[in-house]
């Protein structure tokens, strides 16, 4: 297992890149640590495909250095990196059993036939093939074959990291979180450097103790789940994480207070002076409805999730969402919307600002 490094990393398909637009991903440092569950997640396109396969070694970026623990990995090739990869569909040998599947990876480093079998068995507990052992791989479902790829990916011990890319897109949704939960339990018991890409924020935040976010070719939070809900450090992490995400207001701010549409909303805490675009951000789940304080609040229509009810409106020409929990009765005057001042992030041009006395 190896804490992963980049430096200075950055890298252009464009063999001769003229501007930033032309990085697929822009300049990044940051450390990966041994032993921790990661979960890379972002939209379509943001680059966390292209960052993986340079941690990987199938891609060589235009700047910058790759390091496991002290080791300069950067020019090596994937075989040499040794990391096992797990990616979107199935790749299992159809005429092996899925015991030799599984032991693949341990017979081709030559290990001895009793810590194979004894390995084989307990991963194959944990992924639920026990009784399929003797089974041919041919033949059985695209669910299982999905489990053989994972379980090989987690069969061997000394690897410096599992990267894994998307790898329940073919699995059954049913079957998705009990996979997700096996492999949390496998991080636990073995402690592997995991790397975990994903378009789905419940797949991030329920597998990794440290959620990466991309957008746009840069890594703009790295945090717990609870980081990125409570503090997310760009407004794309307030947008993209939560359901619905943060709402959005244009503001100035004077010390403890914002002023928006010439409103006085109360804040937490006090700031400096905030240069840039100003705006503050609030979770729906920190919304009030009210009838006098505030701001004006237009409701548009409510939809009934499951535990709880979305209260979607608008504050002056603004889209705004409040969650309430189900059940709630939303009174015919409530016409004005609060927001817990402690729960108010302020951003300057997308990066949020960290008010006066905050410990980074
Ligand atoms: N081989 C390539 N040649 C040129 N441009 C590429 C290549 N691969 C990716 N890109 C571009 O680099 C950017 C990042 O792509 P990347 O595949 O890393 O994103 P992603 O977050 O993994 O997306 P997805 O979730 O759709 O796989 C995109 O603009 C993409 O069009």
Redesign the pocket.
């Known amino acids: 297992m190896a804490q992963i490094t980049l430096k200075n990393l950055a890298h252009s398909?464009d063999p001769t890149p003229r501007s930033e637009a032309d990085y697929?991903l822009k300049e990044m440092d940051h450390i990966w640590e041994d032993g921790g569950a990661y979960a890379l997640l972002?939209a379509?396109?943001?680059?966390?495909?292209?960052l993986l396969n340079i941690i990987s070694g199938l891609l060589r970026p235009s700047h910058g250095r790759v390091l496991f623990g002290e080791t300069d990995v950067t020019d090596a090739p994937t075989a040499a990196r040794n990391i096992a990869q797990v990616f979107q569909f199935p790749v299992v040998y159809d005429t092996m059993t899925v015991r030799e599947n599984l032991a693949f990876p341990l017979r081709n480093r030559k290990m001895d036939p009793g810590y194979i079998k004894a390995r084989v068995d307990q991963i194959a507990a944990m992924i639920g093939l026990e009784a399929e052992l003797s089974r041919k791989a041919r033949g059985l479902t695209a669910d299982a074959k999905q489990k053989i790829s994972l379980g090989r990916g987690m069969v061997r011990e000394d690897v410096n990291a599992i990267l894994f890319d998307e790898p329940l897109t073919v699995i059954d949704p049913h079957m998705k979180f009990e996979l997700r939960t096996q492999l949390k339990s496998l991080h636990r018991e073995f402690g592997h450097t995991m790397i975990y890409v994903t378009?789905d924020q419940t797949e991030a935040l329920t597998f990794a103790d440290k959620v990466v976010v991309m957008h746009d070719g840069r890594v703009v939070q790295m945090g717990t789940p609870e980081e990125l809900f409570e503090r997310p450090a760009h407004s794309f992490v307030g947008y993209f994480i939560g359901s619905p995400g943060m709402n959005f207001f244009e503001a100035e701010i004077a010390g403890a207070h914002a002023i928006v549409n010439g409103v006085e909303v109360p804040l937490g805490a006090t700031h400096g002076p905030v240069p840039g675009r100003t705006r503050i951000g609030i979770r729906p789940e920190f919304c009030v409805l009210d009838r006098a304080g505030g701001l004006p609040f237009q409701i548009r229509r409510i939809e009934d999730v499951g535990r709880h009810r979305i209260i979607r409106g608008e504050v002056m020409g603004t889209e705004v969402n409040i969650t309430v929990p189900e059940g709630t009765e939303i009174a015919a005057d409530a016409t004005r919307i609060l927001f817990a001042p402690e729960k108010i992030n302020v951003y300057a041009d997308d990066w949020r600002v960290a008010p006066l006395g905050e410990e980074m």
């Open positions: 398909y697929a972002g379509s396109g943001c680059g966390k495909s292209t378009h």
